[in-house]
């Protein structure tokens, strides 16, 4: 009896440590494109940028508002479709040109 529930307990936290990995990989893919968005690298490069990091598979958006850029990485738990959890992180950076303007 033992032995069924360590196996499930084992697998349970493999599952639960690939999913804070692809979390962890969306935050780092999410901050690459803003950052790169704010330096007013071409769109295309913003995309590449954010998905050389995310895990496979991912949806990036980048959006404008006023000076803010917004990068979205959302991306699927990795393990199988009854655990599936949807990952979403969100940064902002500051556009560089609006840096010092006004003040």
Do not use: N
């Not at 033992?2 to 196996?7: G, N």
């Not at 913003?46 to 404008?64: D, H, I, L, N």
């Amino acid at each position: 009896m033992v032995l069924p529930v360590l196996v499930v307990f084992t697998m349970a936290l493999v599952w639960a440590l690939m999913a804070a990995a692809a979390l962890i990989q969306c935050v780092d893919a999410a901050r690459a494109g803003a950052r790169a968005a704010a330096r007013q690298d071409p769109p295309a490069t913003v995309m590449a940028v954010a998905r050389e990091t995310a895990p496979s598979g991912a949806r990036v958006t980048v959006r404008r508002e006023g000076d803010l850029v917004h990068v979205r990485v959302e991306a699927e738990a990795p393990g199988p479709d009854a655990l599936a959890l949807d990952l979403t992180q969100e940064a902002a950076a500051l556009a560089e040109e609006t840096v010092g303007v006004g003040g």
